[in-house]
């Protein structure tokens, strides 16, 4: 499943958005904010985004990986769903 990084950032954002009631304003939450740090997840929603991500783009999270920085932001989650289904992929 091969998927174009600006429809995934859209998918991401509006399901974030929706979900944890904010908006990336560009001043106080950026495509580029931490989003555990700033407080827009907390662990609860953590496990909701992970379950979003594997049903929607149908791949799987591994431990380490929620423990990296691939999951904190718009950007860094646009990046990490566009490498896990181009793995898939091949």
Request: glycine content about 4%; hydrophobic content about 40%; aromatic content about 10%.
């Amino acid at each position: 499943m091969l998927i174009k990084t600006d429809e995934a950032k859209k998918e991401i954002e509006s399901y974030l958005t929706k979900q944890f009631l904010f908006n990336f304003d560009g001043v106080n939450v950026t495509p580029d904010t931490d989003l555990f740090s700033s407080g827009v997840i907390d662990s609860f929603g953590c496990v909701e985004l992970v379950l979003f991500l594997e049903k929607k783009y149908k791949i799987k999270v591994i431990d380490e990986e929620l423990l990296s920085d691939s999951i904190r932001s718009l950007n860094a989650l646009t990046k990490f769903v566009k490498d896990k289904t181009n793995e898939k992929s091949q």
